[in-house]
């Protein structure tokens, strides 16, 4: 093995280096992952053009971004080398919310709220680089028939998992998602397998909604553009219709969109539970009319990162339960990365998720 890799180092808003920098040294719990395929996040976006801080000392770079990833196994720490859990060669995916295992909340096993959790492409060096190194614990065992460029997904789609059960679907319920980008494809997946006897996926385009029925929306309801096949005026009117004239059980917000949030309220009733798992801005609130939610039985819930999630969805991808193909629309390579970035931000072409492929 070389001593130096190529990685795509993240200096400040705009600056983006692909270079040659050292392969990163193992401490006794980690292991060296060779990357294969690095999904690009919405929050790696929001990094480089500068909206949102990285979670280091002083929220700035150098740093190389990328949290959603997959890879073989490079070298093995003592510990996990000692306990025979890796070798050399084996499939990953990788967790990278590397939480801390000591601290109240991880004792309860919340470990999404750990306040001493280190995130790999946020706090620490990410993967977009030829290598990085990630603590054994976090580091997850994939069979070979699930390819490289799906596990890349599996962060995105454990937090989707997490949110669905927080839903707590039963047994033929009516499911609304409001998202049809990466995430509400996921979740329309994971409610159809949970259970849902009939889902509905709201969006704003035509292309995301038809991926949507393809993937096992039951309707789909497009609320922006009155030029769809699927366009409709009042959300809540038409789930009442679908719906045998009852409002949904369920309901899933996988955007920001602060009209969706609140819209959540009109498409359910009563003993209904909403999940909000889409992050708005800091200063967005929401109306809750609380006289109407006690008197109805609501329940509002809200869904973050993707704790004790990541077997059940190793197995619903290994199973098939849930197809990742068609939210990869675009690939490119590590040193189009900046590039990758500004198309998958600014570029108007139908698309939903772009990967980066190694090899």
């Given at each position: 093995m070389s001593d130096t890799m190529k990685a795509q180092v993240f200096y400040e808003p705009l600056v983006m280096k692909?270079?040659?920098?050292?392969?990163?040294?193992?401490?006794?719990?980690?292991?060296?992952v060779k990357l294969k395929a690095v999904s690009i996040c919405g929050s790696d976006v929001s990094y480089y053009y500068g909206h949102s801080p990285l979670d280091t000392a002083d929220g700035k770079g150098p740093l190389y971004l990328g949290h959603e990833a997959s890879g073989?196994?490079?070298?093995?720490?003592?510990?996990?080398?000692?306990?025979?859990l890796f070798a050399e060669g084996d499939r990953v995916t990788i967790n990278p919310v590397q939480q801390c295992n000591?601290?109240?909340?991880?004792?309860?096993?919340?470990f999404n709220v750990c306040p001493n959790c280190e995130v790999i492409g946020v706090s620490v060096n990410g993967c977009f680089a030829e290598y990085v190194r990630v603590k054994y614990t976090h580091a997850y065992k994939i069979p070979d028939n699930i390819a490289f460029e799906h596990a890349a997904l599996f962060e995105p789609l454990a937090c989707s998992t997490h949110g669905v059960f927080d839903l707590d679907i039963k047994l033929g319920q009516t499911v609304v998602v409001y998202g049809a980008g990466a995430i509400?494809?996921?979740?329309?997946?994971?409610?159809?397998?949970?259970?849902?006897?009939?889902?509905?996926?709201?969006?704003?385009?035509?292309?995301?909604?038809?991926?949507?029925?393809?993937?096992?929306?039951?309707?789909?309801?497009?609320?922006?553009?009155?030029?769809?096949?699927?366009?409709?005026?009042?959300a809540a009117d038409k789930v009442k219709e679908l719906n045998g004239g009852d409002l949904a059980q369920r309901c899933i917000v996988a955007t920001s969109n602060m009209d969706a949030l609140q819209d959540a309220l009109n498409v359910t009733g009563a003993f209904s539970t909403i999940v909000y798992f889409g992050l708005?801005?800091?200063?967005?609130?929401?109306?809750?009319?609380?006289?109407?939610?006690?008197?109805?039985?609501?329940?509002?819930?809200?869904?973050?990162?993707?704790?004790?999630?990541?077997?059940?969805?190793i197995h619903a991808v290994g199973s098939g339960q849930v197809d990742l193909s068609p939210i990869i629309t675009n690939r490119f390579k590590l040193d189009e990365l900046e590039d990758a970035i500004r198309y998958m931000a600014e570029s108007k072409d139908p698309k939903i998720k772009g990967v980066v492929i190694f090899d």
């Open positions: 692909y270079e040659d920098v050292p392969v990163p040294e193992i401490m006794d719990n980690e292991v060296l073989v196994v490079a070298k093995v720490g003592k510990i996990p080398e000692s306990l025979g000591a601290c109240p909340a991880c004792l309860r096993g919340e509400g494809l996921f979740m329309t997946q994971l409610a159809k397998a949970a259970g849902a006897g009939v889902v509905v996926t709201i969006g704003t385009r035509d292309y995301n909604l038809d991926i949507a029925k393809d993937r096992g929306a039951d309707h789909v309801l497009n609320i922006r553009d009155k030029a769809s096949k699927y366009y409709v005026e009042n708005p801005s800091p200063d967005d609130l929401l109306k809750i009319p609380v006289l109407d939610a006690i008197q109805s039985e609501r329940t509002i819930r809200f869904a973050w990162l993707a704790p004790l999630v990541w077997d059940n969805v």
